[in-house]
C-alpha cells in the first residue's frame, strides 16, 4: 500500500505551477495560458531524507494544461486553472507487474478569485507593498478506471494504469501573497498555498475500496524577481522561486501509512513579453530538487505560453 501511496505524492510534482505574485489583471483583461510539462525522476528521499534508487525506477510524464482568468475590476481577477491537465504520455521502467504500465489521466481544476488587498491598483493603495489573497477548490475530475480490469490488463501481458495523477479528493483553501516593491526592476514575493483535503472513499490497482484521508497540504514560497524593459514593446523577467511543500502522512481505513512528506525545490525561470495584436507572454523553468523526506527527487522542464486581450 505505501509504495503506491508514493507514486501518488510524487505526481505532484507534476504540477510545478509558475511562482505567482501579488499583482492581479486589469478590468476587462483576459488571460488565457497554456501549459507543457515533462517530468522525469529515478531517485526519491527516503524517511531519512537520504537519496536513493526510486521505487518503480525511473518514471518520466508529459502533461498539458491550461488556465482561463478575467479581469472583474481593477482589484479582483477570476480564474479557472487546470495546470496540468491531462498526463498524456508516461512510463514506469519498473512497475510491481512486469509491463507497460502509465500513470496517465485527469488532473484537479482549481476555480477561484484573487483580490489585491493591498497595491497601485488594490483596495488600500500602496507603491512599496502588495497583498493578495485568492480562496478556491480544487475539483477532482471524475475517474473512470475500471481497476479490476486494468489488474486483469496487467497480468494478461497488455499496458495499463498504475495510478491516477489525481488523489480525487476535494480541497478547499487559499493562496496568499506579498510583493515587496524594492525598484521598479526588482521585487521579493512571498507566496503561501494552503489546501485541506475531504475524505474520498476509492479503489485503486491491486487495492480494496477504502476511506482515503490525506489532510493537507502546505506550500511557502519565496522568489526574487527581476525585470527589464527594452522598449514598450519588449520587456523580460526573471525568477529563482524557492518552494517547500509539506503534507501529513496519508491515513487509509484508519490507518496511519507513516508517509509524511516533506520537499524543497529551486525553479530558476525566465520570460519574455511581447506587446502585438494580441499582447503575449513566452515562459521557461526548470525545477530541481534540493532536499526532502518521503518524496521523489524529480526535475520538472515547464513552458508557459500566456496571451492578453482586452474587452
Known amino acids: 500500500m505505501k509504495k503506491f501511496l508514493v507514486l501518488l505524492l510524487v505526481l505532484a510534482a507534476l504540477a510545478p505551477a509558475f511562482a505567482d505574485d501579488a499583482k492581479v489583471l486589469p478590468k476587462g483583461v483576459f ?91 488594490g483596495f488600500i493603495k500602496n507603491d512599496i507593498f502588495r497583498v493578495a489573497f485568492a480562496p478556491g477548490a480544487l475539483i477532482p475530475l471524475p475517474d473512470n478506471t475500471d481497476w479490476a480490469a486494468e489488474f486483469a490488463n496487467a497480468i494478461g501481458g497488455d499496458p495499463y494504469k498504475l495510478a491516477s495523477p489525481s488523489i480525487q479528493a476535494m480541497g478547499l483553501g487559499f493562496r496568499a501573497y506579498f510583493d515587496w516593491v524594492l525598484s521598479k526592476m526588482f521585487y521579493l514575493n512571498l507566496y503561501n498555498q494552503t489546501i485541506f483535503y475531504l475524505p474520498v472513499t476509492k479503489a485503486g490497482f491491486a487495492t480494496a475500496e477504502a476511506e482515503y484521508e490525506y489532510g493537507y497540504k502546505l506550500t511557502f514560497e519565496v522568489e526574487p524577481h527581476f525585470d527589464y524593459s527594452f522598449s514598450d514593446k519588449v520587456s523580460v523577467s526573471v525568477g529563482v522561486p524557492a518552494t517547500f511543500t509539506m503534507k501529513p502522512e496519508v491515513v487509509v481505513g484508519g490507518v496511519g501509512q507513516d508517509n509524511a512528506s516533506y520537499i524543497l525545490t529551486a525553479s530558476p525561470s525566465a520570460s519574455v513579453f511581447v506587446m502585438t495584436f494580441i499582447p503575449f507572454e513566452f515562459k521557461a523553468g526548470y525545477t530541481l530538487p534540493l532536499l526532502g523526506k518521503n518524496a521523489d527527487a524529480a526535475s520538472t522542464l515547464v513552458l508557459q505560453l500566456k496571451t492578453f486581450l482586452k474587452f
Open 31 to 121: 488571460r488565457l495560458s497554456f501549459v507543457f510539462a515533462s517530468n522525469t525522476y529515478d531517485e526519491s528521499y527516503d524517511a531519512n531524507g537520504d537519496l536513493a534508487a526510486a521505487t518503480y525506477g525511473e518514471i518520466s510524464a508529459l502533461s498539458l494544461g491550461t488556465a482561463v482568468e478575467f479581469g472583474i475590476t481593477d482589484q479582483i481577477t477570476a480564474a479557472i486553472q487546470w495546470t496540468p491537465a491531462y498526463v498524456v504520455s508516461s512510463t514506469v521502467e519498473t512497475p510491481p507487474v512486469p509491463g507497460d504500465a502509465n500513470v496517465n489521466g485527469l488532473m484537479d481544476l482549481f476555480v477561484g478569485a484573487k483580490f489585491q488587498i493591498l497595491g497601485a491598483n
